[in-house]
Nanobody, 122 residues
Framework: QVQLVESGGGLVQAGGSLRLSCAAS????????MAWFRQAPGKDREFVSS???????YYADSVKGRFTISRDNAKNTVYLQMNSLKPEDTALYYC????????????????WGQGTQVTVSS
């Protein structure tokens, strides 16, 4: 069982930066693939980025080059550094966890946090 708690969201102007954190409970955090998803009002939840247990990263095209995912297994925490933010990045951002293989499908993730709101003003 893994419990996830996101933090770090807020209001930022376009072009600004935010760093999201996701703190995980459980002794087996390092074995999980971690991911960030986001959901804007009236839209489906969409994949943002993922990092494997070994640190291999993967990004949606919409955030590639602007966002960086990382993890600190000693702190049971995964991060999402978001730079050059755009108004279209406005959404509720969720942290998620699953075992093993990469997936961009939210239904394949087993554990979810409650979300943290990111709002980018133009």
């Amino acid at each position: 069982q893994v419990q996830l708690v996101e933090s770090g969201g807020g209001l930022v102007q376009a072009g600004g930066s935010l760093r999201l954190s996701c703190a995980a409970s459980g002794r087996t955090f390092s074995s999980y693939r971690m991911a960030w998803f986001r959901q804007a009002p009236g839209k489906d939840r969409e994949f943002v980025s993922s990092i494997s247990s070994g640190g291999i990263t993967y990004y949606a095209d919409s955030v590639k080059g602007r966002f960086t995912i990382s993890r600190d297994n000693a702190k049971n925490t995964v991060y999402l550094q978001m730079n050059s933010l755009k108004p279209e990045d406005t959404a509720l951002y969720y942290c998620a966890a699953k075992q093993r293989i990469l997936s961009v499908l939210s239904r394949e993730y087993d554990y979810w946090g409650q979300g943290t709101q990111v709002t980018v003003s133009s």
